[in-house]
């Protein structure tokens, strides 16, 4: 049988249970209104640096019918941040790659997920500074694409190499994943398993084509 | 065993791997053709010979290290290489290729070492063991692709190293960089006078960085139509034979210059 002080228990457990899930629903609403008014105060992001003033940069793009890299130069708008210049530049040389009467033709236009930084240990007796290791992303689909072979895969990495060393000198070596995870090989040929050094990209001096 | 722990292996440039005992499957020997090296005379002995202990005994002709060819046909097995045109697929054309040469190498009297003979699944480390192993005097390891136009001549991109002590395996290359730059310079030279297009670089292939041997990549492309020359898909027969035999005249070069 259930007495009159059980029966007083029960409703007020069941105000408390009300009062709590008003409370609740109270500051779910005022975290939404301050993210929401966050984002409304956020910088532009990456997809809209075209309100960033443009600034010229150096892409290199290969020529499979020689070996070469033929530098060529942009007009971009690269955002501020280091990281998101990266990935800009490396989306722009391979949307490059991708357009009409590419002279290292690929399939996609994009296939960056992320360039990450990170600063390069200095040797025992090293005065100067050994600047950073970029570790490129490379996104499945990239990876997937790429014509195979010993020289088109080359070309690929030091086009990367080469554009990043040149827009961002402080990167002196590169490190390449696909999906996040390490690789043995690019599309069966060339090794991933290694950090390069951007100065293996050495481009020979070649005339300078500009586009925008 | 993970390639990359191989890299704690160590071997002595120019002679052994440490994991050559075992003997490749894979590997074919053209035995009977390779030049053998002067072997010294035999001990006579005490029972046929009369003790002269006033004189010394004489000194057995040096042995010179036989002139050995490694081919080394790229992918196999599960892995098919790039995917060429008509169907081709990589691996084919390469274990095609290596074939050929082998044959034309063993008619001018070079001994060759192949590292597969069929469509076998190999590991860098088993093709860099047989070729460590044969202590050859030219590597080649031969791809195909379907981009690019003629022939395509990388050596390792490691930095040169000084020849002789230990080497860790995963640079064993370091130390025949500079002799792998003069044989692609002889290969580079024969196909030029064939009239064959060549791409010169340096890259990071497996398993060139670990072999101990001068070694070259060699990768046929297509040869892309121009004023002179006419367009040729790596499956023709001609253009094959054409480039087989300027590396047999390359490697035949090869065999007096490469102890300078």
Not at chain 1, 108 to 113: L, T
Request: proline share 8%; aromatic share 4%.
């Amino acid at each position: 049988m259930i007495t009159r002080a059980h029966k007083i228990l029960f409703l007020l457990m069941l105000l408390a249970c009300i009062i709590m899930a008003a409370v609740l629903i109270r500051l779910r609403n005022r975290a939404q209104d301050r993210l929401q008014a966050e984002a409304a105060a956020a910088p532009p992001s990456i997809a809209e640096g075209s309100s960033v003033s443009p600034r010229a940069v150096t892409l290199y793009v290969p020529n499979d019918l020689d070996g070469s890299l033929l530098a060529v130069e942009r007009s971009i708008a690269l955002p501020a941040d280091s990281n998101a210049q990266a990935r800009v530049l490396l989306e722009s040389l391979i949307a490059a790659f991708h357009a009409d009467g590419s002279t290292h033709p690929m399939s996609v236009a994009s296939g960056i997920n992320e360039v990450y930084f990170l600063p390069v240990p200095k040797s025992p007796g090293q005065a100067a500074d050994a600047g950073q290791m970029a570790v490129v992303d490379l996104n499945g689909a990239l990876a997937a694409a790429q014509p195979s072979g010993i020289e088109p895969e080359t070309l690929t990495l030091l086009a990367v190499m080469a554009t990043l060393h040149a827009n961002l000198p402080t990167v002196s070596q590169v490190h390449f994943l696909v999906d996040g995870q390490p690789r043995d090989t690019l599309a069966g040929h060339a090794d991933l398993t290694r950090t390069y050094l951007a100065s293996e990209a050495n481009p020979e001096p070649n005339p300078v084509e500009t586009s925008q | 065993m993970r390639w990359t722990e191989a890299a704690l292996a160590v071997v002595l440039a120019g002679a052994t791997s440490p994991m050559q005992a075992n003997p490749q499957a894979g590997a074919q020997t053209s035995a009977q053709t390779a030049p053998q090296p002067p072997v010294p005379s035999p001990a006579q002995s005490p029972a046929q010979s009369t003790p002269m202990p006033s004189v010394p005994a004489p000194v057995p002709p040096r042995i010179q290290p036989a002139f050995m060819v490694v081919l080394d046909a790229a992918h196999g097995g599960s892995d098919s290489g790039a995917h060429l045109k008509n169907d081709l697929q990589e691996k084919d054309v390469t274990l095609g290729l290596t074939t050929r040469l082998r044959s034309t190498l063993q008619a001018r009297g070079i001994g060759v070492i192949t590292t597969r003979e069929s469509d076998a699944n190999l590991v860098p480390l088993n093709r860099a063991e047989t070729a460590n192993h044969a202590k050859a005097a030219a590597c080649l390891v031969i791809h195909a692709t379907a981009t690019g136009s003629g022939v395509h001549l990388y050596t390792s991109s490691l930095a040169p190293a000084n020849p002789g002590g230990l080497q860790p395996w995963q640079t064993a290359q370091a130390a025949f960089v500079t002799q792998s730059l003069k044989l692609e310079a002889e290969i580079d030279s024969a196909l030029a006078h064939a009239q064959v297009p060549v791409t010169l670089g340096r890259a990071s292939v497996q398993p060139i960085d670990n072999l101990a041997c001068p070694a070259v990549a060699v990768e046929l492309a297509p040869l892309v139509g121009g004023h002179i020359t006419e367009g040729r898909e790596v499956s023709d027969a001609a253009y094959q034979k054409e480039v087989v035999d300027a590396l047999a005249a390359a490697l035949n070069a090869w065999r007096s210059d490469w102890k300078q």
